[in-house]
């Protein structure tokens, strides 16, 4: 485009430059991507996007109605705290005893799973089937950032609950007195949370997978969870270490087994039988991040590949 000479002169006088040598200088071609020969805005940085998405399902989520009855299913070891509290007071059973127990039996083999079941699962295989994962596509955000973020949401959703469930037991412990408190229980209190949180972190990115490639991801999912965790983790030696519970389960410090009961000379006796060189902690942790990379890794793949029904 060629300026006449008054809108020249106009423009130097305001910019300093010729509207020419403006036009040289503006914004150049490379911001923009060509799709069918047609310009089309660079899409969303990645963290950027990421972050949105991620925000904005998370607020999604937890709107959600299913969102009432995981709260409900969390409530399982904070009623458990509470019979305890409630009818065996003078029992002996310490504080410390309840935490390793409830992380060991019920944190580790269900309520992690489950939680994580339901967010994961939903979090991509959700929207693929309703055909509202499209929607974010009205603007240019790679898939990979739409996986990431609502992989995220999902994981955070699930830390939130298990955490909130976690606050609720403490707090029921803490209402016969803080004498109970001390650098052992907060030691394992907080190691707790963190066990929690690698545990939802993994089994969400596996389950998010799993929603990504299944068109119906509940019964591969239920059998996952329930079916090859609950086989493999009780199998001796080393074939236990094939299941992410096996792993989580070595994070905690097991309480002691009372021998004086049937129950506990049938577990002694088992532990006996069934003994093996221990795994270190550090190892099942990074079994653990593995798995967790490698199924986001998977997720993202599937969903990049995946042709979208709109």
Known sequence: ????????RALRGRTGKTMNEANQTSTPISTVATHGGLSMPAPLPSLTAIHWIAWFSFREMVRRRWIFSLGLINLLPVLVVGAIRIWFPDEGITAQHQLSSLSHEVFTTF?????????GVSAIGGPIEEGTIVYPWTRPIR???????????????????????????FLVMVS?????????????????????????????????????????????????????????ANIPARIQEWS?????????????????DLPGI???????????????????IAVLLVVMAVATVVGIWLLKNKEIEK
């Open 176 to 232: 016969e007195g803080l004498q109970i408190i001390n650098w052992e229980f907060l030691q394992l209190y907080f190691q707790t949370f963190l066990i929690i949180g690698i545990g939802a972190f993994t089994y969400a990115a596996i389950f998010a997978a799993m929603g990504t490639y299944f068109k119906k991801p509940v019964l591969p999912a239920i059998l996952f969870a329930f079916g090859w965790e609950n086989l493999v």
């Open 1 to 8: 485009m060629i300026a006449s000479g008054a809108e020249d």
């Open 244 to 260: 992410l519970r096996f792993h989580l389960q070595n994070l905690v410090d097991r309480p002691d087994v009372d021998t004086t």
């Open 111 to 119: 309520l992690i799973p489950v939680i994580a079941m339901a967010a």
């Open 143 to 169: 898939r990979r950032s739409i996986y990431l973020g609502r992989l995220l949401a999902a994981q955070s959703v699930t830390w939130l609950l298990l955490s909130l469930s976690l606050v609720l037991c």
């Open 266 to 284: 049938i577990g002694a006796l088992l532990a006996t039988a069934l003994k093996r060189d221990p795994v270190p902690k550090y190892q099942s």
